[in-house]
């Protein structure tokens, strides 16, 4: 008997005798056997029997074929999908399904039978077999990586690893000067992709690439390659060995010599800007002699360094490897550091200092040490503060000037150490008061500069030098120039810059600092060399300086024995170079 023919007398019944027919039954399909939930590219077995409703099968074979029906993702269906009956039961043992996903049934058919229609399964994701960037790192400005690089895990089949448990993890190469990736290194699968939110790298540098890994298979992948450029730069503040800079975009970097072990994400002397990785972001940081501090954009001040006189803040004269949490809970302005202190300003014009206090340089009416903030005496307010090496100085909204400490930087007309502020003599209106290392210098709110204190080197610039003591009060500057902005930090060299954006500096010169173009001492205003158009310009500590354009481009002159100069070369300059920024 033919299959057609097994089936039709399923369907129509057998014969009975005199001729007579028996009762018709109608035969149907059944899944005895439902498909389960597997994973892709697994083995699904289902059985699907021909048999009347008195539970007859046929004793002749019949062809039964499977095929899918709902297919929510539009998978393909593998295996062997006609299969013949054997006592009425057709048993498929290799179907599979390639793509992942819920709500697919199966159809089985037996022509003329009606189909019949299976229960819904799942098919989850294979085992996990290959890694790939879906999201590739771009080219970055110093700031965390955007959009996120997401890294994919996939089976066989290229189904996302939904049900892994795991993570993955990044290395970056090459590694040129010891650079690295920041942030999170290793993230979570979720659904079987890892979203890096906060990456960044340490440092400038071209044709970078990332390789991402797991444990939950040997392959690997590799992103494609990207270029690590920084700026715009929107602070610069030289120190004394050491360069400090924000972007504008945000995050700190910092090239030099690092202080009390901390200068970034590397250790030793970087000849280029390394990321500060430890420790919040910072909208400004300032360093000292064996200090550096960094303010947060919430006023929250961080100190780290050698911390011999209590100059880190926090309460202790233990050395910070990173920055740590100036004591007090003040919200400040402004921070700056003198060499051995710190001091800052608080929105409302008070002014804190701690760290040494040898020359009564805190302003607190003493000569003690102080490991945490004290007010400054006289209860004073203050629209903008300078710390220099021993002294400091301060003015008020008024345009009054304040300086004490060692005496040399004072100005009221002696050379006695002020353990509390004393009234820069003259009767001058100050827009700002710079502090030096035995100089001060400030400009009034007509643009002119003056400048009090020792003069050996010509860092008055008042068109000579002088031994001995200086000048006990304010003098002018030679020249007749009008200046926007006048910096002299802890050195003995003063900078000046023009409301054009001219830079001109003088003092001493031993390395460059000055930027002329030579290593002789000025005692009068002199061009910076190059004609570059400045936004800001900044003295360190230490013999060099820095500046910004208003693009926001960085350019060091001076002493480079540490790398403070951030172009690469560790040679001293005495012409503004660019600092390393690709």
């Not at 910092?254 to 972001?281: E, H, M, Q």
């Not at 080197?457 to 030679?478: D, K, N, Q, T």
């Not at 205003?525 to 820095?546: E, L, R, W, Y």
Request: with cysteine; aromatic share 6%.
């Amino acid at each position: 008997m033919s299959r057609a023919a097994t089936i039709l007398a399923l369907v129509l019944g057998p014969t009975l005798g005199c001729g007579g027919p028996a009762p018709a039954t109608q035969a149907q399909l059944v899944f005895v056997v439902q498909p389960a939930d597997a994973r892709s590219g697994a083995a699904i077995a289902v059985q699907v029997a021909v048999a009347d409703a008195a539970g007859r099968r046929p004793s002749s074979p019949a062809t039964v074929s499977i095929a899918l029906a709902a297919n929510p993702t539009g998978a393909t269906l593998s295996g062997t999908t006609s299969v013949d009956a054997v006592n009425g039961v057709a048993s498929f043992a290799d179907l599979s399904l390639d793509k992942a996903g819920s709500g697919y049934t199966l159809i089985a058919f037996v022509p003329p039978l009606p189909p019949v229609t299976s229960g819904a399964f799942a098919i989850s994701s294979g085992a996990p077999v290959a890694l790939a960037f879906t999201t590739q790192p771009t080219d970055s400005r110093g700031t965390a990586v955007t959009p996120a690089v997401q890294v994919t895990l996939r089976d066989a089949a290229g189904n996302l690893a939904a049900n892994a448990n795991g993570s993955v993890s990044l290395q970056l190469v090459p590694q040129p000067n010891g650079a690295a990736a920041v942030g999170t290194m290793a993230a979570k699968l979720v659904d079987g992709v890892a979203t890096f939110a906060d990456l960044r790298f340490d440092r400038p540098g071209q044709d970078y690439k990332l390789i991402a890994s797991t444990s939950l298979t040997s392959a690997t992948a590799t992103s494609n390659e990207f270029d690590v450029q920084l700026g715009p730069f929107a602070a610069i503040r030289p120190a004394s060995s050491q360069t400090w800079a924000t972007l504008s975009g945000g995050g700190s970097y910092s090239w030099g010599r690092p202080v009390g072990g901390f200068g970034g994400s590397g250790a030793g002397d970087n000849d280029i800007p390394v990321l500060i990785s430890s420790g919040p972001d910072f909208v400004s940081v300032s360093g000292g002699y064996i200090a550096a501090c960094g303010l947060t954009a919430a006023g929250a001040a961080y100190c780290w360094g050698i911390n011999l006189d209590g100059e880190v803040g926090d309460g202790t004269i233990t050395q910070r490897d990173v920055p740590t949490a100036v004591a007090g809970g003040l919200t400040f302005a402004s921070l700056t550091l003198g060499s051995y202190y710190a001091c800052g300003l608080t929105a409302s014009g008070a002014a804190y200092c701690w760290g040494d206090n040898s020359s009564g340089n805190l302003g607190d009416g003493t000569t003690t040490r102080r490991t945490s903030p004290v007010p400054v005496s006289g209860a004073l307010t203050f629209s903008s503060l300078n710390a220099g090496h021993t002294h400091a100085c301060g003015v008020t909204p008024g345009g009054a000037g304040y300086c004490w400490g060692y005496s040399l930087g004072v100005g009221d007309g002696t050379f006695t150490d002020r353990s509390a502020p004393a009234a820069v003599a003259g009767g001058l209106t100050f827009a700002s008061i710079v502090a030096g290392a035995y100089h001060s210098c400030g400009l009034t709110t007509a643009g002119a500069a003056y400048c009090w204190g020792d003069n050996n080197r010509g860092e008055l610039g008042a068109g000579f030098a002088s031994a001995g003591s200086g000048e006990s009060s304010p003098i002018a500057v030679a020249g007749g120039l009008t200046f926007a902005s006048i910096t002299a930090a802890s050195g003995s060299h003063t900078c000046a810059l023009t409301s054009a954006g001219a830079a001109y500096c003088w003092g001493q010169n031993d390395r460059g600092q000055l930027g002329v173009g030579d290593l002789t001492d000025r005692d009068a205003p002199t061009p910076v060399a190059g004609g570059i158009v400045f936004k800001s310009v900044a003295a360190g500590s230490g013999p060099h300086t820095c500046g910004l354009t208003a693009a926001g481009a960085a350019y060091c002159w001076g002493a480079d024995e540490s790398g403070e100069l951030g172009d690469g070369a560790m040679i001293d300059s005495p012409v503004p170079r660019p600092v390393v920024t690709q």
